[in-house]
């Protein structure tokens, strides 16, 4: 194979990578905003666990701006961190979210609950919570 042909073959895949870039990241969004929800319900079923075996209330703290959401402990009347904050990844951003989920030490929520997740490409998906805790994504 000569230097030619070496340059020409990589031309080609070169156009065709990029030709079939934009393709990949509208095909990534769906699977992207699905795996964060599940991601978010997974914190949010882990802190109504922790609520209910340690008797302490829980609550996720999320923060639009930053793109993270945070499971907190009430010690003494303010909210500590118990695990780190968790980024949404690169093209998700949290919809509007009326209020933070706070967990009962008995596994109720103080109020109902959605969470929107939506991706660049207009994909949303929100993580409903009613005041029993029960978790469904929409």
């Known amino acids: 194979m000569s230097l030619i042909d070496t340059l020409i073959a990589s031309s080609v895949f070169a156009t065709l990578v990029a030709a079939g870039l934009p393709t990949l990241t509208r095909i990534r969004a769906p699977y992207a905003v699905m795996g964060a929800t599940r991601q978010i319900a997974a914190a949010i079923g882990s802190a109504r666990q922790r609520a209910v075996s340690q008797n302490v209330s ?56 959605t969470i929107p997740v939506t991706a660049t490409a207009a ?15 929409n």
């Open 58 to 113: 829980y609550r996720v703290l999320f923060d639009a701006s930053a793109k993270t959401f945070t499971v907190q402990r009430q010690v003494g009347g303010n909210w500590v961190q118990d695990q780190a904050p968790q980024t949404l990844p690169s093209g998700l951003s949290f919809g509007t979210i009326p209020a933070n989920p706070v967990i009962n030490p008995n596994g109720t929520l103080t109020a109902a609950v």
């Open 123 to 137: 994909h949303t998906k929100t993580v409903s919570v009613n005041v029993l805790g029960q978790t469904t994504i």
